[in-house]
């Protein structure tokens, strides 16, 4: 199968993200739109401090100010165009001032709220469905491209937790919050130009050499959050390897070794983050004492220009106000631009993923169907089977009809094409020359035609119910008739919660006897036509041995065809035919 070409929104980060937050346009678009409206509002009161200050300092009723006098020469001439009024009566400010700044803080305050709730939301959104993705794109390779991939494999589970945690904040900071707090900049900016067009420049140049300094940290931070990354996906898959192994590690009691092992990966993956978040920590503080130097001078300049009078208390007061406001934006812009490099390396790494899984494509392979004689269940014509990237037939010339209602043992050394001929049998391998089909009487009796017992024991997280019944729904009573007609039924009710007893992941508390007989159990649930058992009785002791084969027994007695690999003569006395395989 040649691998496909990756999809157009997974070429660039930028086109990733681009690509799904288009599918939330009206939300984003609705976000948007109030964050222009919060950049207004928040520019409005800024410019009502002064004039506040001023009324509270006069509280005269019989007082009466000019626009300019309040708002200075451009905001005031402005507002004197929009109103028949010149001046305003100090008592009816007073009076209407609380009600102005209260209705446009609660307006303020909804609109922030707003903008938070729909960008978390579309944040959420975006990582549930990138986590179907990932999950469904990893499902959906066959298992010989599936071996191709061990290192992608290895960063699944890193990725779909920590690497789309840290893209949804992303999204939700940079995406969601960096504009909201630039538009308020840009609002409050344009307020300081026509409050005092040469107090802004001041500001301006006082803040610029920090914006050169904040992108060359930026760069720093994105490297080190991509190394702490990679580092912890590492640490992940390590982790995973000593839980499944830890009874080796207790039997050649290597605890101490592999604790300085860990030991070890942590103190590096810590020194990735350690480093990042110095870096992080400059960004912030920063911006602050760029803005405290910036305000000291802008102040020194502004006590000359009222001194001189071509300012007014109030409109400096204002000037002021609004810098702070700008600030304290610049300060949470300066969070979010972490956020953006953190988040990077993480699009990086989720994007990089599910370039490899899809680059190789989907591979169904489906065992066709044939109206074959009604004794034949299965058929095998000249098989040919090789594994991916290998020049050596694993399976040569491989021929034989499966009856139905019969037991076949498959024997031979390792390495000579049993398990192959499973393989090729599930779905798992596809072969470069020859035929293999189904009857197809047998198709639509079973959620799969074909059923299978692997060497490899685990059961999924859940209920004993539920794991004999996967996929299906469960049938209590089916399960139960199941259990005991195979003899299992008085295991189970030692249990502590009896059939609802919930098994660990992969069968974590049972032992591998107990959990090849509820696989059985499995088996026996669906009633599949065709059966494939791979060293079934292994972890069986010879009673249970004895109980497994009266069971399959009964199994191939309701008309199912079963193939058996096994290295137990006892296999070969249960068979109706042996099918020997050779080098």
Same mark, same amino acid.
């Given at each position: 199968?040649?691998?496909?070409?990756? $999809?157009?929104?997974?070429?660039?980060?930028?086109?990733?993200?681009?690509?799904?937050?288009?599918?939330?346009?009206?939300?984003?678009?609705?976000?948007?739109?109030?964050?222009?409206?919060?950049?207004?509002?928040?520019?409005?009161?800024?410019?009502?401090?002064?004039?506040?200050?001023?009324?509270?300092?006069?509280?005269?009723?019989?007082?009466?100010?000019?626009?300019?006098?309040?708002?200075?020469?451009?905001?005031?001439?402005?507002?004197?165009?929009?109103?028949?009024?010149?001046?305003?009566?100090?008592?009816?400010?007073?009076?209407?001032?609380?009600?102005?700044?209260?209705? =446009?803080?609660?307006?303020?305050?909804?609109?922030?709220?707003?903008?938070?709730?729909?960008?978390?939301?579309?944040?959420?959104?975006?990582?549930?469905?990138?986590?179907?993705?990932?999950?469904?794109?990893?499902?959906?390779?066959?298992?010989?491209?599936?071996?191709?991939?061990?290192?992608?494999?290895?960063?699944?589970?890193?990725?779909?937790?920590?690497?789309?945690?840290?893209?949804?904040?992303?999204?939700?900071?940079?995406?969601?919050?960096?504009?909201?707090?630039?538009?308020?900049?840009?609002?409050?900016?344009?307020?300081?130009?026509?409050?005092?067009?040469?107090?802004?420049?001041?500001?301006?140049?006082?803040?610029?050499?920090?914006?050169?300094?904040?992108?060359?940290?930026?760069?720093?931070?994105?490297?080190?959050?991509? $190394?702490?990354?990679?580092?912890?996906?590492?640490?992940?898959?390590?982790?995973?390897?000593?839980?499944?192994?830890?009874?080796?590690? /207790?039997?050649?009691?290597?605890?101490?070794?592999?604790?300085?092992?860990?030991?070890?990966?942590?103190?590096?993956?810590?020194?990735?983050?350690?480093? $990042?978040?110095?870096? /992080?920590?400059?960004?912030?503080?920063?911006?602050?004492?760029?803005?405290?130097? %910036?305000?000291?001078?802008?102040?020194?300049?502004?006590?000359?220009?009222?001194?001189?009078?071509?300012?007014?208390?109030?409109?400096?007061?204002?000037?002021?106000?609004?810098?702070?406001?700008?600030?304290?934006?610049? #300060?949470?812009?300066?969070?979010?631009?972490?956020?953006?490099?953190?988040?990077?390396?993480?699009?990086?790494?989720?994007?990089?993923?599910?370039?490899?899984?899809?680059?190789?494509?989907?591979?169904?392979?489906?065992?066709?169907?044939?109206?074959?004689?009604?004794?034949?269940?299965?058929?095998?014509?000249?098989?040919?089977?090789?594994?991916?990237?290998?020049?050596?037939?694993?399976?040569?010339?491989?021929?034989?009809?499966?009856?139905?209602?019969?037991?076949?043992?498959?024997?031979?050394?390792?390495?000579?094409?049993?398990?192959?001929?499973?393989?090729?049998?599930?779905?798992?391998?596809?072969?470069?020359?020859?035929?293999?089909?189904?009857?197809?009487?047998?198709?639509?009796?079973?959620?799969?035609?074909?059923?299978?017992?692997?060497?490899?024991?685990?059961?999924?997280?859940?209920?004993?119910?539920?794991?004999?019944?996967?996929?299906? %729904?469960?049938?209590?009573?089916?399960?139960?008739?199941?259990?005991?007609?195979?003899?299992?039924?008085?295991?189970?009710?030692?249990?502590?919660?009896?059939?609802?007893?919930? =098994?660990?992941?992969?069968?974590?508390?049972?032992?591998?006897?107990?959990?090849?007989?509820?696989?059985?159990?499995?088996?026996?649930?669906?009633?599949?036509?065709?059966?494939?058992?791979?060293?079934?009785?292994?972890?069986?002791?010879?009673? #249970?041995?004895?109980?497994?084969?009266?069971?399959?027994?009964?199994?191939?007695?309701?008309?199912?065809?079963?193939?058996?690999?096994?290295?137990?003569?006892?296999?070969?006395?249960?068979?109706?035919?042996?099918?020997?395989?050779?080098?």
């Amino acid at each position: 199968m040649q691998p496909a070409a990756p $999809a157009t929104f997974l070429q660039s980060n930028r086109k990733f993200l681009r690509f799904f937050l288009l599918r939330h346009g009206g939300v984003v678009l609705t976000a948007t739109l109030c964050s222009i409206l919060l950049g207004f509002v928040s520019a409005v009161i800024a410019s009502l401090v002064g004039p506040s200050l001023k009324l509270l300092a006069h509280p005269n009723s019989t007082e009466s100010f000019s626009f300019i006098e309040l708002f200075g020469p451009r905001i005031g001439a402005f507002l004197a165009h929009l109103t028949p009024y010149s001046h305003l009566e100090s008592d009816t400010l007073l009076r209407s001032l609380p009600f102005l700044l209260a209705g =446009i803080a609660l307006i303020r305050a909804l609109l922030s709220s707003g903008i938070w709730y729909m960008w978390e939301q579309i944040g959420e959104s975006i990582a549930t469905e990138l986590r179907m993705r990932v999950t469904q794109a990893f499902l959906s390779l066959n298992p010989a491209a599936r071996s191709q991939l061990a290192e992608e494999e290895e960063k699944l589970s890193a990725v779909v937790t920590t690497h789309i945690k840290l893209m949804k904040e992303f999204l939700t900071h940079f995406y969601g919050g960096f504009p909201r707090e630039l538009l308020q900049i840009l609002f409050l900016g344009t307020t300081l130009v026509l409050l005092s067009p040469q107090l802004f420049l001041l500001a301006v140049c006082g803040v610029l050499p920090a914006m050169v300094l904040l992108r060359r940290l930026g760069k720093k931070i994105s490297r080190r959050a991509q $190394a702490a990354l990679q580092n912890y996906a590492l640490l992940t898959e390590w982790l995973q390897q000593r839980l499944s192994g830890i009874e080796t590690i /207790k039997h050649l009691k290597t605890e101490s070794l592999e604790t300085q092992k860990f030991a070890g990966f942590t103190t590096e993956l810590n020194g990735y983050f350690q480093k $990042a978040n110095r870096t /992080k920590a400059r960004t912030s503080p920063l911006l602050e004492v760029s803005a405290i130097m %910036a305000m000291a001078l802008v102040l020194a300049v502004a006590l000359r220009e009222i001194q001189a009078g071509e300012l007014t208390g109030p409109s400096v007061l204002s000037f002021f106000t609004t810098l702070a406001m700008i600030g304290q934006s610049a #300060s949470i812009m300066g969070r979010y631009f972490n956020s953006n490099r953190e988040g990077t390396a993480a699009v990086s790494q989720i994007r990089g993923l599910l370039v490899q899984l899809l680059a190789h494509g989907k591979e169904k392979i489906e065992i066709p169907t044939a109206p074959l004689p009604a004794s034949i269940a299965l058929s095998c014509q000249h098989l040919y089977v090789r594994y991916p990237g290998s020049q050596r037939d694993v399976l040569v010339d491989f021929s034989f009809e499966f009856e139905r209602g019969k037991i076949y043992s498959l024997v031979g050394p390792s390495g000579v094409g049993k398990s192959t001929l499973f393989k090729v049998l599930l779905g798992q391998l596809t072969p470069h020359a020859g035929r293999v089909c189904l009857s197809d009487s047998l198709v639509g009796k079973a959620p799969s035609a074909i059923g299978y017992l692997p060497q490899n024991l685990e059961l999924f997280t859940g209920t004993v119910e539920e794991n004999i019944a996967y996929p299906a %729904a469960v049938d209590a009573k089916r399960v139960h008739s199941v259990c005991r007609t195979i003899e299992i039924e008085s295991f189970i009710q030692t249990l502590p919660d009896g059939y609802a007893s919930i =098994i660990g992941p992969r069968g974590t508390g049972l032992s591998g006897g107990q959990i090849q007989r509820i696989l059985l159990a499995r088996l026996f649930y669906h009633l599949y036509p065709v059966v494939l058992i791979d060293e079934g009785t292994s972890a069986l002791d010879p009673q #249970s041995e004895r109980i497994m084969y009266r069971a399959i027994e009964a199994l191939c007695a309701q008309g199912a065809t079963i193939l058996m690999i096994s290295h137990r003569s006892s296999v070969d006395t249960l068979a109706h035919q042996q099918i020997v395989f050779s080098k």
